[in-house]
C-alpha cells in the first residue's frame, strides 16, 4: 500500500458481523497511539460520525475516512496506512476482533458524575471501561439559534459572553518610541539624547511609529418580529464588544418601528443586567421594521455627526421592511460615505437557498461591504473575526468616503 492509494484488496465486510463498531473504532485508534500517532479522541468521534456516513461495507471507504479525520501529519501516512493493513485488512472485522476489543461507551461532559461505573448496572469494572468524552459545545456551536431550547439558550449566552471582540486597528496622530528604523518618522529629541555621549554627533539616530487605536464600532440591532429568534444572541454579542478591552468605544441601537440607543443599558458588566435594562428601554421589541426611517434618525442624528465616521457599522437584520425601499437605499449610501465599513448580518443567509429578494435587503446589498450569516453562536464566532480583520470599504464606494 502507498501513500498516494487506498487499500489494493477492497473486500467486502459483512455488516451482520458488525455488532460493536464502536468499539472496533475506540481499537484501531488505540493501535494508532501505540506506533506513534497523536489521536485526539475529538478525531475518533469525528472518524465514527464518518464511518456513519459512508458506511462499514467496504474497508476502501473506511480507509480513506480515517485518513481524511485521524492523519494531521504527511509523515505519518506510512505509520497510518502500516497499522491500517494490520488492523482492518489482515484481520477484518469479525466477532474474534469484537471479543478482543476493550469496551468502549460515549459519555458528555454534563453525564460525567451523574452516573457511577461502579453501580452494579452489568457494565464492566471501572478499570476494564474506556471512556470517550465530548463536548456538547461544538455541537450546540453550529445549531440555529431559533431551534434552542431553554438549556441550550443558557450554554449558547455562556459561549456567546466568552467571545473575544476587539475592533479593527487604524494608526492615530499619535507616535511612540521604536525600537527599529521606521522611514518617514525621526525622533529628533531622542537622536540628540543618545548623541550626547558621542560628544553631539548622531551616531546612533531614534524613530517613533504611530500608535494604533481600535476603530469604534456601531450595532445597529434589528429587534422585529421577524428576527425575535435571533435577537437575543446578537444583543448578547453587541454586550460582549461593549464589555471588551480591545473594542474600542462602541455604540448600540435596536432598530424596529424606531430607533433607540441602548448603549448607556448596555454598559452594565452583568449581561443579565443589562439585557433587563435594554427590555424596558425598547418599546418596540418584537415589533414592525422600519429601516429605511431609522437609518434616517441614525444619520441625522448620530451617523453623520461622527458616531459612524471612520467606524465599523454592524447592521444585524433580515432585511424585511414595511417602509420605501427607496429610503432603505438612500440611508445606506449616505451610512456607506462616512463609515469605514458595513458589516451586514443576516441570520436567513445560512437557510439553503437563500436569496437576498427582500426589499429591504435589496437595497441595501449594493452597499454593503461585508454580508455574513448570524444564526448561530459558530456564525457569531466568525463575525468577531471578521470586525476585527483590517479591510477596506469596497471599489465601488470609496469615493468621497472618509475612511
Known amino acids: 500500500m502507498t501513500s498516494n492509494s487506498p487499500p489494493e484488496h477492497d473486500p467486502v465486510v459483512d455488516p451482520d458481523a458488525v455488532t460493536g463498531a464502536e468499539r472496533i473504532v475506540a ?6 497511539r501505540a506506533a506513534g500517532l497523536a489521536v485526539p479522541t475529538g478525531s475518533v468521534i469525528v472518524f465514527t460520525e ?41 484481520r477484518p472485522m469479525s466477532p474474534p476482533l469484537i471479543a478482543d476489543a476493550t469496551p468502549v461507551t460515549l459519555t458528555t461532559d454534563e453525564e460525567e458524575g451523574a452516573t457511577d461505573p461502579d453501580a452494579g448496572d452489568g457494565r464492566p469494572p ?14 450546540l456551536k453550529h445549531r440555529d439559534m431559533s431551534a434552542f431550547t431553554a438549556a441550550e439558550w443558557a450554554e449558547a449566552l455562556r459561549l ?14 499619535r507616535t511612540r518610541p521604536a525600537k527599529h528604523r521606521a522611514p518617514g518618522h525621526p525622533d529628533l529629541r531622542g537622536t540628540v539624547r543618545r548623541s550626547l555621549p558621542s560628544g553631539g554627533v548622531p551616531v546612533r539616530r531614534a524613530w517613533r511609529v504611530p500608535v494604533e487605536r481600535s476603530r469604534q464600532m456601531v450595532f445597529l440591532l434589528d429587534v422585529s418580529g421577524s428576527m425575535e429568534p435571533y435577537a437575543r444572541g446578537l444583543a448578547r ?14 455604540e448600540v441601537f435596536t432598530v424596529g418601528t424606531r430607533l433607540t440607543r441602548i448603549t448607556r443599558e448596555m454598559a452594565r458588566r452583568d449581561p443579565e443586567a443589562a439585557l433587563a435594562l435594554v427590555a424596558g428601554a425598547v418599546g418596540d421589541w418584537s415589533g414592525g421594521t422600519r429601516i429605511g426611517a431609522s437609518l434616517q434618525q441614525f444619520n441625522d442624528l ?11 457599522v454592524v447592521i444585524c437584520s433580515d432585511g424585511w421592511d414595511r417602509g420605501d425601499p427607496a429610503l432603505v437605499a438612500a440611508e445606506m449610501a ?9 458589516v451586514w448580518v443576516n441570520p436567513l443567509k445560512a437557510s439553503w437557498g437563500y436569496a437576498p429578494l427582500a426589499r429591504g435587503m435589496a437595497a441595501a446589498l449594493p452597499f454593503v461591504d461585508q454580508f455574513v450569516e448570524g444564526h448561530s453562536v459558530s456564525s457569531l464566532e466568525q463575525l468577531a473575526a471578521v470586525v476585527a480583520r483590517p479591510g477596506k470599504g469596497s471599489a465601488t464606494r470609496q469615493l468621497g468616503g472618509v475612511r
Open 160 to 173: 456567546i459572553s466568552a467571545l473575544r471582540i476587539s475592533s479593527e486597528l487604524r494608526p492615530s496622530r
Open 334 to 342: 449616505r451610512l456607506s460615505r462616512v463609515a469605514r465599513r458595513v
Open 27 to 32: 481499537g484501531f485508534a488505540g493501535a494508532l
Open 302 to 312: 448620530w451617523g453623520v455627526r461622527g458616531t459612524a465616521r471612520g467606524a465599523v
Open 50 to 90: 464518518a464511518l456513519g456516513l459512508v458506511g462499514l461495507d467496504r474497508l476502501e471507504r473506511v480507509y480513506w475516512a480515517g485518513r481524511a479525520t485521524l492523519v494531521r501529519r504527511s509523515e505519518d501516512l506510512p505509520t497510518y496506512e502500516r497499522v491500517f493493513a494490520s488492523y482492518w485488512q489482515d
Open 126 to 139: 471501572a478499570e476494564e471501561l474506556q471512556v470517550l468524552r465530548y463536548s456538547s459545545a461544538e455541537v
Open 237 to 250: 454579542f453587541a454586550h460582549a464588544a461593549v464589555s471588551a478591552r480591545r473594542a474600542g468605544r462602541v
